[in-house]
C-alpha cells in the first residue's frame, strides 16, 4: 500500500512533507481570525455611537487595543499565507515567483506594521 506510484518514488515524488506546517498555520491563522473578528464586531456594536471620540477611546483601552494587534497580525499573517500558496501554485517562472514573493513580503509586512502605529499612536495618546 501506499506511496504512490514505483516510479514516483523513484523520482522523490508524492508528499514532501514541507507543507504540513504551513497548511497549520492557515487553519491556526483562521481560527484566531474568526475569534478575534467575533470580538470586534460585538464590540464596535456595544459602542453608544462610532464617531471619531467613541472609538478612539475604547481603542485607548488596552483590553481593546491588545485584541486589536492581535488581529491585525493574524490577519496579515495569514493574507500572507494565502497569497504564498497562490503564487507557488501559478507563477511558474522562478525569477516572477520571487518577484511576488518579495513583493508580497514586503506589502504584508508594510500594512501589518502601518496598521500596528496607528493602533500604537491612539492607545498612547499621541
Known sequence: MGTGTEIG??????AAKSGVGHWWHQRVTAIAN??????F???LVRLPS???VTVVGWLRQPVAAIPM?????SVFYH???GVQVFIEDYLHNEGTKLLALLALNFYALGGAAAA???VFKIALGA
Do not use: H, M, N
Not at 9 to 14: A, C, D, E, K, S
Open 34 to 39: 474568526l475569534a478575534l473578528l467575533l470580538w
Open 9 to 14: 518514488r523513484v523520482r522523490g515524488l508524492g
Open 79 to 81: 493574507f500572507r499565507l
Open 69 to 73: 494587534l492581535l488581529l491585525i497580525v
Open 116 to 118: 500596528v502605529f496607528a
Open 41 to 43: 464586531v460585538f464590540s
Open 50 to 52: 462610532l464617531d471619531y
